[in-house]
């Protein structure tokens, strides 16, 4: 039995009907791209400057064609992302995909999403978008580099520290937001994920709301990248690396964000509780044996240094 490219649950072929569900009640398969990996890079690099998406990854936009189950290559008003392997960097793909789910697994509000094959086989990562509501509207978005008017090529260059005042000035509901914010970073840590720059935060104007937009982006860059130093991309306390429970929990959470104690120790109860869940995706996961291993080591070792 194969498991499912969007649940990971066991069925025959590449979807589940409970995934396949996910994205269109009428959709009864996702077809692979007709297209190798190298024709898939040189496709994204081709209109890399006509869709609004950034990053080093190589990405395509997309719209789910539901009567011939398949995903549509578009230069405009695509409703999914399509993100390719990375030549030097194996299975980024899977890694966000895997990443994703562990994110859900613990509340964190995440756009439908999954895997998808090329025409030899192999696996791409698909993301539903969030900001569009019709084929040519969207919802007014903004990342955290734009809500402090810095330059794409700066996006590092602020503290964790420094998000707290975006969520302040701009959500409508700034508690609410702050705590959400706060899992993140937490989440980030946990996970190896040291490339939370000012570009992978959002907030989202709808039903005149404004909050944080859905989570995206999230992967476990420390074992894609190899011997890194930092383990977040925004200081705490100056500093990138070697946190303890007292960055994290008293001086980010309780200290800077103003959050009450117990709601702090609730995040920690969360992730903790969700130790077991998460070693269990991971075995399941798309990821190469070795790659799995690299994951379970990076929470192996957070989990002991923070509880």
Same mark, same amino acid.
Not at 36 to 56: H, M, N, V, W, Y
Not at 120 to 127: M, R
Not at 174 to 189: D, G, H, N, Q, V
Not at 250 to 259: K, N, S
């Given at each position: @039995?194969?498991?499912?490219l969007?649940t ?13 569900k996910l994205?269109n009640?009428?959709?009864e398969? /996702?077809?692979?791209f007709?297209f190798t990996?190298s024709e898939?890079?040189?496709?994204a690099l081709a209109?890399s400057?006509?869709?609004s998406?950034q990053?080093?990854q190589p ?9 011939e189950?398949? =995903?549509?290559?578009v230069?405009?008003h695509?409703?999914?992302?399509i %993100?390719?392997q990375?030549p030097d960097?194996p299975? @980024?793909?899977?890694n966000e995909?895997?990443? @994703?789910?562990?994110a859900?697994?613990?509340? +964190?509000?995440?756009p439908v ?5 090329d025409?030899e ?5 698909? /993301? ?10 969207k ?6 580099a734009?809500?402090t $008017?810095r330059p794409?090529d ?7 520290e420094?998000? /707290? ?5 701009f959500?409508?509901f700034?508690? +609410?937001?702050m705590?959400k914010?706060?899992k ?8 190896g ?5 000012? %570009?992978?935060? &959002?907030? /989202? ?7 944080? &937009?859905?989570a995206?982006?999230?992967?476990n860059s420390t074992i ?6 930092? $383990?977040l ?7 990138k690396a070697r946190?303890?429970p007292?960055?994290?929990r008293?001086?980010?959470g ?5 959050l009450q104690?117990k709601?702090?120790?609730?995040? =920690?109860? $969360?992730?903790y509780g969700?130790? &077991? ?7 399941? &996961?798309f990821?190469?044996? %070795?790659?799995k ?13 923070m509880?």
């Amino acid at each position: @039995m194969s498991k499912c490219l969007i649940t990971y649950n066991g069925c025959n072929g590449d979807y589940s009907k409970e995934g396949l569900k996910l994205l269109n009640k009428n959709l009864e398969n /996702i077809a692979p791209f007709n297209f190798t990996q190298s024709e898939l890079r040189t496709e994204a690099l081709a209109i890399s400057d006509k869709i609004s998406i950034q990053g080093i990854q190589p990405k395509l936009s997309a719209r789910l064609n539901v009567k011939e189950g398949k =995903f549509d290559i578009v230069e405009q008003h695509g409703t999914y992302i399509i %993100k390719v392997q990375v030549p030097d960097r194996p299975q @980024m793909p899977e890694n966000e995909d895997l990443t @994703m789910k562990l994110a859900k697994a613990i509340g +964190i509000d995440v756009p439908v999403h999954g895997l998808v094959r090329d025409k030899e086989g192999q696996l791409n990562y698909f /993301i539903k978008r969030f900001d569009r509501y019709s084929q040519k509207s969207k919802y007014a978005v903004e990342d955290f580099a734009q809500l402090t $008017e810095r330059p794409s090529d700066t996006k590092y260059d602020a503290s964790t520290e420094s998000l /707290i005042p975006i969520i302040t000035r701009f959500c409508t509901f700034p508690a +609410i937001e702050m705590l959400k914010l706060y899992k993140r970073i937490f989440f980030s840590f946990m996970v190896g994920n040291e490339d939370m720059h000012l %570009k992978n935060f &959002s907030l /989202i104007s709808k039903e005149a709301k404004t909050y944080l &937009s859905p989570a995206y982006d999230l992967l476990n860059s420390t074992i894609a990248m190899k011997r890194t130093k930092e $383990e977040l991309a925004l200081p705490i306390m100056g500093t990138k690396a070697r946190f303890k429970p007292f960055h994290l929990r008293e001086y980010l959470g309780i200290e800077r964000m103003e959050l009450q104690q117990k709601i702090v120790e609730k995040v =920690f109860t $969360e992730v903790y509780g969700a130790r &077991s869940s998460w070693e269990g995706l991971i075995e399941k &996961s798309f990821l190469s044996d %070795k790659l799995k291993e690299d994951y379970l080591n990076i929470l192996n070792n957070r989990f002991k240094r923070m509880y």
